[in-house]
């Protein structure tokens, strides 16, 4: 039964909470607008006309998209204890893992504009339990919400995590509303359609919902949420981070999230909130240690906002950052009233012809024209005008206004990939990038922070709401595919009274080597350069060879694995025909150890080498020295 007055509570805080929120929602659609090419015009002078632009030179845009990186920050994952190493290795593994099996880089390539525009973007963290494959139930799922879309509780500016309650608008079908939450909404209307589009431009569907989801602090410190459309809650729970089972009312059976009614009976389910598990049977740590059966588990909950902020740049008394657009708006101004006046100046000037009032023009294909005039004096009134004015300074004007804008978000011609005319060498250039790298670090660490942080709650879910082990998979020093299992038994640790506790105080951050990782030119001259240096070993050795092979395939250079493998072969082959060498006697009668290739003459490392038929010795070892 719904409670009617916790709905009308939670509307309430959501009008309150948007109301004071107008003002930073009322400038969303704008900056949008700019971004995408706007052509309405604000006034620079009392007499101008507040007139549409008849040509945009999109600054906005330009200076964004320069920004633009597709590169992910790799989960860093740091332990506090020595003995939890394996464990942060075991979460970096998972966590690289989920990056491939979800959609991040349209995710990411969506928040690299959304959040210089708007000064900051959004991601949800969900645990969806229709997510199922044959051998498990649920997985997490991230998904990136809209400034616009988020409430927040009026007066806090800090951050999430120090509000009581956040609010999420999401715009949804009524079908996925009635298969996730079992409500028949067919009969509302769309509340906000402006939540899925400019304000505006997005027209009611019949198809679709707003549904509104409230987050929020319950008594004991935990996370609740309520959630509905219109007037049909959708859900209200106080502990929402709880394990909940649903349970059969008739048999008692638990069943699984997706059963409308019991397996076993048919009877009636339903969800109650359960706070540990006892172990039917011994469970076997990845390292070996061994949790008895019987033992009782306390369910892991993880009392975080699933809602992480990632900022442009922070600015002080503002949830969001400091958007790029507020920064260049006037100037994106200015450049469409000065490119428009430069249009009007061009088409409004030309050139006039002046003619006695009796004088006749022949017209004709030839070439040559003839005027006829009556008079000979009347030759003196024949001139040409030329009426076209001068739209030097306008030019000059509008260069400055655009190097205002550049030197505000400090991208400079060298970060553009322009020619610069200010660096005059190959280091001045380097060094003017440099600066440029600079100015806008502030951005990386703000992305970098919001990874470090989204990564921590998404171990969290795993470690709360994956009964199931599930596959994760890694590459070892050699570059060889190992293959594991992210179980949530394997962070349970035992304390000195016996009882049984989840160990999750890592310290996540990302790797600072990813941006010349996803360089892999870059890197492919580094290993090359490595090897020559003899930074891997001797680089005639085939150990060598296949040590940096093996890096080179990690870097995905074409035909790195196949290269690989051959010297591993051949190096294979050589080694059977030693050991085969090692068991016939030496020339003295007495047989040669087992093992010991290096005193078998026929098989020291240079005869090993020769033995490599030319062209793999050129492919692995001559061509790479050269620099090929």
């Excluded at 790799?74 to 075991?90: F, G, I, N, S």
């Excluded at 959630?227 to 089972?245: H, K, N």
């Amino acid at each position: 039964m719904a409670d009617k007055n916790k709905l009308e509570l939670w509307k309430k805080r959501l009008a309150d909470s948007e109301t004071a929120y107008e003002n930073e929602l009322s400038k969303m659609d704008d900056r949008e607008r700019i971004y995408a090419g706007d052509r309405s015009l604000r006034s620079i002078v009392a007499e101008q006309k507040a007139e549409a632009a008849t040509h945009v030179r999109n600054i906005a845009a330009e200076l964004i998209e320069s920004q633009v990186s597709s590169g992910i920050p790799m989960p860093k994952v740091t332990p506090k204890r020595r003995a939890d190493e394996w464990r942060a290795k075991l979460i970096e593994d998972m966590l690289r893992g989920e990056l491939d099996r979800m959609p991040f880089e349209d995710l990411n390539d969506m928040q690299e504009r959304t959040v210089p525009i708007q000064g900051g973007g959004i991601w949800l963290v969900e645990w969806d339990n229709t997510l199922t494959t044959h051998t498990t139930t649920g997985d997490l799922w991230i998904t990136v919400v809209h400034p616009k879309q988020i409430i927040p509780q009026n007066g806090v500016t800090a951050g999430v995590e120090d509000m009581d309650y956040i609010i999420v608008k999401l715009p949804q079908t009524k079908e996925y509303i009635k298969r996730r939450y079992g409500v028949d909404v067919s009969e509302e209307a769309e509340e906000e359609p402006d939540a899925r589009a400019l304000e505006g431009e997005g027209a009611p569907s019949e198809e679709m919902v707003t549904q509104y989801m409230a987050y929020y602090r319950n008594e004991s410190g935990g996370i609740g949420l309520y959630a509905w459309v219109r007037d049909s809650e959708l859900c209200d729970y106080e502990d929402y981070q709880a394990r909940r089972l649903r349970r059969c009312t008739v048999c008692g059976g638990v069943a699984a999230d997706t059963d409308k009614r019991c397996a076993d009976c048919g009877g009636a389910l339903t969800a109650e909130t359960s706070e540990a598990e006892d172990l039917t049977q011994p469970v076997l740590r990845s390292d070996g240690v061994e949790i008895p059966g019987g033992a009782t588990i306390s369910y892991y909950k993880p009392d975080v906002y699933p809602v992480v902020l990632q900022k442009n740049v922070s600015m002080f008394g503002r949830l969001l950052g400091d958007s790029d657009i507020d920064k260049i708006s006037d100037q994106q101004n200015t450049i469409n009233v000065i490119s428009s006046n430069i249009i009007d100046k061009l088409l409004a000037g030309g050139s006039y012809l002046t003619l006695p009032a009796n004088a006749l023009i022949k017209r004709d294909s030839d070439r040559k024209k003839v005027i006829i005039v009556d008079q000979h004096d009347e030759m003196n009134m024949i001139k040409d005008i030329d009426l076209t004015e001068n739209i030097q300074p306008d030019l000059a004007y509008l260069s400055q206004v655009y190097e205002e804008a550049r030197q505000i978000i400090g991208v400079t011609d060298s970060f553009l990939g322009r020619r610069d005319t200010t660096a005059t060498s190959g280091k001045a250039k380097e060094f003017s990038a440099a600066q440029t790298a600079g100015r806008l670090e502030s951005k990386r660490v703000m992305k970098n922070a919001a990874y470090a942080k989204l990564y921590e709650i998404m171990f969290k879910f795993k470690l709360a709401y994956a009964d199931e082990s599930r596959p994760v998979t890694s590459d070892n020093y050699r570059g060889d595919r190992e293959y594991g299992e992210f179980s949530r038994y394997d962070f349970l640790e035992q304390d000195a009274a016996g009882e049984w506790y989840y160990v999750d105080d890592f310290i996540f951050s990302t790797d600072t080597s990813a941006p010349l990782a996803s360089n892999r030119e870059a890197m492919w001259q580094e290993t090359r350069l490595n090897l020559q240096s003899g930074a891997f070993g001797d680089p005639m050795k085939f150990e060598t060879l296949i040590l940096f092979w093996a890096k080179m395939e990690q870097l995905h250079y074409p035909g790195a694995g196949e290269t690989k493998k051959y010297i591993e072969d051949q190096l294979r082959h050589i080694q059977e025909q030693a050991q085969m060498q090692t068991s016939q006697p030496g020339p003295a009668g007495v047989p040669l150890q087992t093992g010991d290739v290096e005193s078998a003459p026929p098989v020291n490392e240079s005869v090993m080498i020769a033995q490599v038929d030319a062209a793999a010795k050129r492919d692995a070892l001559k061509s790479l020295m050269g620099g090929a």
